[in-house]
Each structure stands twice: as C-alpha cells, then as structure tokens.
C-alpha cells in the first residue's frame, strides 16, 4: 500500500509527468510524428540540417551526463518519513524535534566511496548514509557514513586522502578498492587514518544491506534550545532489523553474480512494503563535560564509547518509498552538512569546518549553476523568500521590484528576522596553522576496536590485511604499516607481519579496554527480510519444505524455489532458475531435494558454497542426500531433518555459523 501523502511528495506532484496514453512532441511541445528517419535529401541522400526534431535529439542525448560526485559517485536513493518520540525542547530549538505529531519528510541516499558511478555495489569501502530531513523550518541534513569516524582530522587532508584511495594516475587502475599502493603509502605516513582503517578492514566495510547497516554523524555537533544553551550531541543511526554483514570471500562472487546487490535489495525491500527503519539516537555531552575525555570531542578520528556516553533513542526514520527517476531524484539530490535549522549548530571540528565549504562548493559544479536547489528533490518544503537573483536555470519570477535588503520600495521585505542564529560561542586565538596537541594520540582508539572484536571479527580483520598489503608492490610500504600495526596491538601486528613474510617489528605497551557495543555480534538479531533458497526439482515432495516455508515466512523471512529449470518444482512455482542464482545471493539455504539434485553439479556447489560462506544450512525429505553428495562434514549451522524450523530460524538469525572450519571446504 502507497504510504501517505507527504508535504514532500505532494511538492513533487508539480514536476510529475506521466507519460501514459500521450503522444510525442519536440522540447517545444511541437508534435512528432515519426522519430525513426531523420530528414534527407532524396531517399539515399543527405541529412539536412533543417531537420529541428533529429537536432534536438542528438543534442539532448549529447548533453545527458553531468559530472559524476567526485567521491561517492555510487549510490541509491529512498523517501522516508521521520517521527519523533518525545520533545526535546530542553535540548534544541528545532521545531521536528519538539512536535511529536509532525512527521518529517525525508530522502536518503545510501553509497560507496571510492568507486564510478557504475562500479560494484559489493566493495570494501566506506557506506554514506546522507538524509534529508524536510522539515517546516528548512531542510536539515545529516550527511553520515556507516563508520563513527573518520580518516583525517583536518580537513585541508581530504583531496590528498582521496587522490590516495581513487585508482591510481597513470593507469586509472584499480576501482573502487583501497587495495594498492597509494593507499597504503597514504595510511603508513598519515597513522591518524589507522582507527578508521581498522573499521574498514572489518566487516562493516562490507554490509550485508543497506537495511542493515549502522550510520553515524561522526562529527560532534551542537544542539541549542529556545534560552540559548548548547549541548554537544552526536548523531547516530540504529538500524531496527539489526547489523549485518557479508563476508570476504562472498563480497567477490557478488560482485559478479549482482553488481546492484544493495541497490536492488533496498528497492525490493520498500517494494515489497518491508520498510527499513533506522532508529536515530543522540549521544548527548554537557558543555561542562567537554575536557572529561581522554580525547578532543572535536576530533573526528575518535568515537565517544558509548559506555562512556550511551545512546539516547529519540525517533525512527521509515524509508517507505522508492525515487521515481533515478537521475532526477537520487542523482541530483544534494546533501550539505551547513544545512541546518534553528536549534542546531556546529563545532569548531576542522574536519567539519571544511566540509561546511566544500559540499555546496562541489554542487555548484555538479549541478550546474546557484539554482540547485531548486531542482525538486533539493526543494524545501517551507517557503524560500529572499533577494538572491538570477543565474543558470533560475525557475522563480520574482514579482518584487526590489531586491535588496534594506528597501522601502518593498515596505523592507523580505525583512530578515526571527531566523537562525548562531550559536554565542566565545572565540580567541592566534592565526595558526598547526594540528592541537589533543589530536596527536593515534593508537589508543584504534586498540579499543581490536579489543572490542569477537575472535572471528579478528580473524577477518587480519585477513583482510593480508588481502590488501598482498596487492601492494613495495616492500616498504608494508613494512611502514606493520610497524603501525604492532603499536595498535602485538596480535595484529605479529600476524599480519607473519602472513606477509616479514619480520615482526616491536611494539610497545597497550590497554586492555574495550567497548563491547563496536563488535557486530552484541546487536539484534532476526530473520525478517532475510533471503533462504530452497532447493527443489521437478519430482520434490513439496509436502517436506512446507511447513519449514510456512514457519520462516511466518517470520518474515523471504524462501524462494531455485530449481534445475523454470516452471514448477513439486507443484510449486519455482522463482529462480538454478542456473542464474547463486548461494551468495541468499542468507541460508534449505535443500528440499536429493535425489535428482545430488547428479546436478550446480546445486552441489550451491551448497558446498553457502556452507563455505558459514551460512546455515537446512536439508528436509531427500535433501539428506543432497549434503551427502557436497561431501559437508556434519558440521554447526547443518540441520537435518523434518522438525527443524525453530533450530534453523535460530541459526539464519545468528547469521552465519563463524566458528564452522572451511578450510578443507573446496568451494
Ligand atoms: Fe563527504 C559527499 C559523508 C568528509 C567532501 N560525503 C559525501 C556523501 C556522504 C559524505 C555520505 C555523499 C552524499 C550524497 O549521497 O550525495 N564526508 C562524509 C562524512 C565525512 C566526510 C561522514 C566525515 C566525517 N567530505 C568529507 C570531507 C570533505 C568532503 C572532509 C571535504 C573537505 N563529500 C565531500 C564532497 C561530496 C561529499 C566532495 C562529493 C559529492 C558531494 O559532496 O555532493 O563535497
């Protein structure tokens, strides 16, 4: 059911335009009645230039690409609306945040960084999480990633740090993937990078969903309410369905099988009526409290543990609608951390301080000109009324006769008052260009997310290391990193050294301390929305998978039948074709049949696969033999029988099965 109607979407309705039932005109509305033939002299001869429609035809098509984002160039969008829990008014002056009958209209766009508009979905990288908020008093925007932190601190670093990511410059060579010596030589010689670094080499650089991912402020910010009082706050987005993610090994098949993997997922989810929610949470600071830290709240490269300081749920964002024209709303939208409303502000985080520059700096070249923003995806919802004139595409007559601020013509409007006001903070200073001493400790947060990891989130932070320095060329560039290593802790550093046949440099003393709330196991858990392929063929006793179908659908999780050919599988409409589905497509896999799969190559492998990937694994009526043929050591995560839906709901929900050995596993 189409949710309803927003002041935001009803706002769009203006610039709809069906295309049903209609016939063709030219740019000038001028009708076109045959667009296959362009106008010739004679039937063999010449095109002429007198031909207005086949002109502006291939001009149009000429001019259809703008100027990718210079980072963050892939992504997908959603429309979603915001409701807040209770006021705030104690804390912030903004109006979204103290109604709690209003319901703001939102846009998000979830991307990659590093790579093309057109590169994988799957990548090792950072995830933007930007959105929108249409709010009565202007729009707000939170342009947030999937990580709390940063790589830089200052940002003056952000066009070294993004040369050094990006394909390299001769060769352009490789995308969308830090795997390479520029990187890696950037990392080794800018150790403030090397606590975000560890969050990439983690699996939250890989996410099973855009669904299922954390997204953060990373900056600190400044709440002010209606008496002028600052409160610091972070931002953070908690998604409901809880954070997944994929793994290695995986990621790569993916690539290939479905390049739009969390594209297609977000869009499948909202069309199927499974809308995403993400809780957002404040971690909120006292200004009294600012030097309690032993880091600098205005430092990007750090978390505030949210043991320290724990998070405060105070509404839920629901993506309940897909964009309409991909290039008109996702392509086009533009986020800006300077949006923000009255109630909100900043802080003198230099990270922050650049980004306030450079988004609406980027746009004007992106986008064409100062009328961006009333592009309609950009448009707020409350009225825009001011003396900016003119310019690229400008949409608005302005009817005044003035357009100057202060004017008697006009009787003084539009007079500027009752508006936003910054925050009274008191500053002094000499002019400086040096980095503060509270920025300088590099290692310490960096040995809480190592400390905080499961044994398996270990594991794949050092295999993730080795992949990586495995592609970089020079020797020396690995030794630098691994001397880094070792100081955020000897495991680490002594394994990562070991896999690349280097010696184990020394490292130093290192806390013990940790913040379960980074590892990814200490967060909810379930199956909805989660995929399970069932493994069927044309002569399946569809009597077996039933009542395990009925039981995980029941949860909302989401069985499709993947058999040998399209049609029916055991009377049953079979959704995918064995042969264009892949186990890595899918959470878990249930075979229903054995005896004719256990001759079938592709479904063996299917099989062998998912139970390489530690997924759980289900077998029901002849499907026994199915796991027979794979040769699966009878291993965890491996449910055999008619009676298994509860142990095997249990284990799609836990996720993957990461203590099961795989090594001796071929697939
Ligand atoms: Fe940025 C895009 C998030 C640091 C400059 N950034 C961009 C997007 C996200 C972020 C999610 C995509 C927005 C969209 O979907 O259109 N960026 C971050 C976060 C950062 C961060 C969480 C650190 C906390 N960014 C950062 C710095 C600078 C920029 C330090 C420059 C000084 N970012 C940009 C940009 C982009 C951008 C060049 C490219 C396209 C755009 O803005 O519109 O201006």
């Not at 910010?221 to 995986?250: C, I, M």
């Not at 000109?369 to 310019?391: K, M, T, Y």
């Not at 050591?633 to 050995?661: E, L, M, Q, S, T």
């Amino acid at each position: 059911m189409r949710p309803k109607r927003d002041a935001k979407d009803q706002q769009l309705d203006e610039f709809r335009v069906p295309l049903d039932d209609v016939t063709m005109t030219t740019d000038q509305g001028i009708p076109v009645d045959h667009t296959d033939d362009s106008l010739k002299a004679g039937m063999r001869g010449p095109t002429l230039l007198e031909d207005f429609h086949f002109r502006e035809k291939l001009t149009r098509f000429d001019h259809e690409r703008i100027p990718e984002r210079v980072v963050h160039a892939r992504g997908a969008g959603a429309y979603g609306v915001f409701e807040l829990y209770e006021p705030l008014g104690d804390l912030t002056a903004a109006e979204f945040l103290n109604d709690t009958s209003v319901k703001t209209p939102t846009f998000v766009r979830f991307s990659t960084v590093a790579g093309s508009r057109g590169s994988a979905d799957t990548v090792r990288d950072v995830r933007g999480f930007a959105t929108k908020f249409y709010t009565t008093q202007g729009n707000f925007d939170i342009v947030a990633n999937n990580f709390p932190v940063f790589f830089i601190q200052d940002g003056i670093k952000f066009p070294d740090f993004v040369h050094a990511v990006k394909p390299e410059p001769h060769n352009e060579i490789p995308q969308a993937q830090s795997a390479h010596d520029t990187f890696w030589d950037f990392v080794q010689l800018q150790p403030e990078s090397l606590h975000m670094v560890m969050w990439l080499m983690s699996d939250r650089a890989i996410p099973r969903s855009y669904r299922m991912m954390q997204g953060f402020g990373v900056h600190t910010f400044r709440l002010v309410n209606a008496q002028g009082k600052g409160t610091f706050v972070k931002w953070h987005w908690r998604p409901v369905l809880g954070t997944y993610s994929l793994v290695w090994d995986e990621v790569l098949r993916i690539q290939g099988n479905d390049p739009d993997y969390n594209r297609r997922d977000l869009w499948e989810a909202i069309e199927r009526g499974a809308y995403p929610e993400y809780e957002l949470c404040v971690q909120l600071v006292p200004e009294e409290r600012e030097h309690d830290f032993d880091f600098d709240l205005l430092d990007a490269t750090k978390i505030i543990p949210e043991e320290q300081v724990p998070l405060r749920p105070i509404g839920k964002m629901t993506l309940n609608r897909n964009p309409q024209n991909f290039f008109a709303e996702t392509e086009q939208v533009a986020f800006h951390t300077a949006n923000i409303v009255p109630g909100i502000d900043f802080t003198n985080d230099p990270l922050l301080q650049a980004r306030n520059f450079s988004y609406l700096d980027t746009q004007l070249l992106r986008l064409g000109g100062p009328n961006f923003s009333q592009i309609p995806i950009n448009r707020p919802v409350s009225p825009v009324r001011n003396d900016q004139r003119d310019g690229f595409h400008q949409h608005m007559i302005h009817e005044s006769r003035t357009s100057y601020e202060k004017n008697s013509i006009s009787g003084g409007c539009p007079a500027a008052m009752n508006g936003y006001r910054h925050y009274t903070e008191r500053v002094e200073g000499h002019k400086i260009r040096e980095r503060s001493p509270s920025f300088q400790d590099f290692y310490r947060q960096a040995t809480l997310f190592w400390n905080s990891m499961a044994g398996w989130e270990k594991g794949h932070i050092v295999a993730a290391y080795l992949f990586e320095l495995g592609h970089v060329e020079r020797k020396d560039i690995k030794e630098g990193v691994v001397a880094h290593l070792v100081k955020i802790h000897p495991d680490l550093g002594s394994q990562v050294a070991e896999g690349l046949g280097l010696p184990v440099p020394e490292g130093g003393p290192v806390h013990a301390n940790a913040s379960p709330a980074l590892s990814m196991t200490n967060q909810p858990r379930g199956i909805a929305t989660r995929r399970i392929a069932v493994l069927m063929a044309d002569g399946t006793d569809a009597a077996a998978v039933t009542a395990l179908r009925q039981a995980l659908e029941g949860q909302g999780a989401i069985c499709e039948i993947v058999a040998p050919a399209e049609g029916q599988a055991g009377g049953l409409p079979v959704d995918r074709q064995l042969s264009a589905a892949s186990s890595v497509l899918y959470d878990a896999v249930v075979a229903a049949d054995g005896a004719a799969l256990a001759s079938v190559g592709r479904a063996v492998f299917f099989v062998q696969e998912a139970f390489k990937h530690q997924k759980a694994i289900g077998a029901v009526g002849t499907g026994r033999q199915l796991l027979e043929a794979a040769r699966l050591p009878n291993d965890v995560g491996v449910f055999v029988g008619d009676d298994i839906a509860d142990a095997f709901a249990d284990g799609v929900a836990g996720h993957r099965f990461y203590d099961r050995d795989i090594f001796a596993v071929p697939a």
